[in-house]
């Protein structure tokens, strides 16, 4: 047995609540080793990984790995929240009793690390000195080296952070065992994989992978499951899957801050990232503070500030190119320490690549192995370069520290976080939605929010172009039932003196051939100026029954060509497909116990703005 005590001392690890939490689970899951990690440690990590063969060499500080190919996503239906009282259950939090599923996980990890290191992981998903640093902490237990290599890049990884904290007895405690992957019984009546959130004993237990959220337990459970709970809890933040940029006007000196939801594959990566259109780069510059999480908490100036509890970027690689977001290539550049999951990967050149990376697929298919490890050059040669036999899985990923986005915010880890001026929500639509509608009243933009969706990307899966409906793009990462969550968000807004200006945005508007009617990417700048615009007063837009919408001439199109017809279209509300809309949304509300009334009211309006349309 490991002298627990002895290791976490050696290490500087001295805080009682750690070293009871760690001899606890290292009783129940039986490691062989004990090791405590640090940032400091991953020259090392690393070194030990590519001996090991659990790392590629992908360029000069660059990084190869391939998980099980059973093991490529997020698994929605094996993660479930826990607590003590069923009135927590909610439509998409797949609740459990945490006394019916605790002894269930808990048994699948009993001598699972045998013959393995258990690491230790103390983190922050917060700037030290945060007002919301009691919520930040976490230890992650964990017999994966590769997870270790990740969680550097995506949290605050160190002991000195952690002896630090004004609260010692307060971090998430969360546990990760890989498991046997190959014997699983993945997608069976069998499958032994659970991803379990006990948001009330803030504790995250999970069993059986090592990839992505499933094994990053700061980052979607920790930084989104379990702080969504938190901050109900403590009444006193919103976690939510939001992006978080900055809009700097170099002519005025002015900064706007600006947090959205997406959907998944709705272009919120990109938006975070991007870069001014060239017209307009002499004056504008976009800076980013995050893609994927934005914790949003009242100020004592009655402001509402955010920040992103994330240290690094965990992004999906596919499509990612110098055209969609040169920022991102630039953050995965030789040196970066970046590490690539699932992507096509060349034995002889250790070069990767993916679908869209570059307009065709790479001339010489020697030495390319696709996502599986299989030789593109055995098979048949009509399957070497086709879509439907890709080279990279679509969930391929790429893991760098922010320090290396080219348009890392400055203020990106200032503890007192941002003040935020705007809150967007936008999916993918090919009507109905114009280019950006502005929603002044808070309850209208949390209204709004709770419709979020996106189109279904498969005809089998209902009516075409009915949403896929996605709460504040929060749908697979809520803790609380709908109503309560609504109601928190209400009780926060209503803290606020400065309100921040909701907006729904859409660039995915199509022609009758299919075709984009919006040119997208860096052109999305464009939207957002007109909704700071607005929000200043300096112009006052269309008003319609579902919000304000820009008209032509408000809106910055300096070095962009647009047909005048298309721009037309882009702005224009068809009320009959909202309409239709409308029926949808309260089907869509009325799963949800406990709505507030404030919401109810908020959609009776907008309804009979409809109707008198």
């Known amino acids: 047995m490991v002298d627990v005590d002895k290791v976490l001392d050696e290490a500087g690890l001295k805080n009682p609540h750690v070293h009871e939490f760690v001899k606890h689970w290292a009783g129940i899951t039986q490691p062989d080793r004990i090791e405590v990690v640090s940032a400091s ?46 009135a927590d259950k909610g439509v998409y939090n797949n609740w459990r009793h945490a006394d019916e599923i605790k002894p269930v996980v808990i048994g699948n990890m009993t001598g699972a690390s045998q013959g393995k290191t258990m690491y230790v992981i103390p983190y922050l998903m917060a700037a030290p000195g945060s007002p919301l640093e009691a919520y930040a902490a976490g230890v992650e237990l964990t017999d994966n080296r590769n997870v270790v290599l990740q969680m550097i890049r995506m949290a605050r990884v160190g ?71 938190d901050g109900w809890a403590s009444r006193k933040f919103l976690a939510e899957q939001y992006m978080l940029i900055a809009i700097q006007d170099k002519q005025t000196g002015k900064k706007y801050h600006i947090a959205g939801g997406f959907p998944s594959a709705s272009g919120k990566t990109n938006l975070a990232m991007m870069v001014a259109p060239g017209a307009l780069g002499e004056r504008y510059y976009v800076e980013f503070f995050g893609d994927d999480i934005a914790w949003l908490w009242v100020g004592d100036d009655g402001k509402l500030y955010g920040m992103n509890p994330e240290y690094g970027v965990f992004g999906v690689a596919i499509d990612t190119n110098a055209i969609t977001n040169p920022n991102a290539l630039a953050a995965v550049e030789e040196g970066t320490g970046a590490i690539f999951t ?24 020697e030495g390319w192995r696709d996502w599986k490890g299989h ?45 935020i001026d705007g ?20 309850a209208e933009g949390v209204y709004d929010g709770l419709t979020l969706g996106a189109e ?20 697979p990462f809520l803790a609380l039932p709908e109503g309560r969550y609504a109601q928190h968000w209400l009780d926060i807004l209503d803290q606020v003196t400065d309100k921040p200006l909701f907006a729904h945005v859409n660039w995915f508007q199509r022609d ?26 300096r112009v006052t837009g269309t008003k319609t029954p579902v ?5 032509k001439d408000e809106l910055n199109l300096d070095g962009l060509e647009i047909d005048d017809a298309v721009l037309d279209q882009l702005l224009a509300i068809d009320v009959d497909r909202w309409k239709q809309e409308i029926d949808l949304r309260e089907a869509h509300l009325k799963a949800f116990d406990g709505l507030p009334e404030r919401i109810w009211e908020a959609h009776r309006r907008v309804a009979q703005d409809l109707d008198q349309a």
């Open 41 to 86: 440690d991953d020259a090392r990590l690393l070194q030990e990984s590519l001996e090991a063969g659990e790392l590629e060499p992908a360029g000069e500080g660059l990084y190869y790995s391939q998980s099980y190919h059973k093991d490529t996503a997020r698994s929605e239906e094996r993660t479930i929240v826990a607590t003590s009282d069923p």
């Open 159 to 229: 002991v000195d952070l952690f002896e630090n904290l004004k609260d010692p007895e307060s971090f998430v405690r969360a546990v990760h065992v890989t498991g046997d992957l190959e014997n699983l019984g993945q997608g069976t009546p069998e499958d032994k994989r659970y991803f379990v959130t006990v948001a009330d004993e803030r504790t995250i237990l999970h069993f059986g992978s090592s990839y992505g959220g499933n094994a990053l337990l700061g980052k979607i459970a920790h930084g989104l499951r379990q702080a969504n709970w």
């Open 342 to 365: 699932n992507t096509a990967y060349n034995v002889n050149t250790n070069e990767t690549w993916w679908e869209g990376k570059s307009p065709d697929y790479p001339e010489d298919v």
């Open 375 to 419: 030789l593109i050059s055995e098979r048949p040669a009509a399957e070497q370069r086709s879509k439907d036999h890709v080279w990279a899985h679509p969930n391929c990923r790429f893991t760098s520290t922010m320090s290396n986005v080219p348009n890392e915010s400055p203020d990106y880890d200032d503890p007192a976080g941002v003040p």
């Open 423 to 442: 809150i967007i929500y936008g999916g993918r639509t090919r009507d109905r939605e114009p280019l950006i509608r502005a929603i002044e009243d808070p």
């Open 456 to 475: 279904a990307t498969a005809a089998a899966e209902g009516v075409a172009g009915q949403l896929r409906y996605d709460p504040m793009s929060m749908r």
């Open 512 to 537: 009758a051939d299919g075709g984009y009617l919006w040119p997208g990417y860096s052109e999305n700048l464009r939207a957002l100026l007109w909704m700071m615009d607005y929000r200043e007063g």
């Open 547 to 551: 919000g304000v919408v820009p008209t």
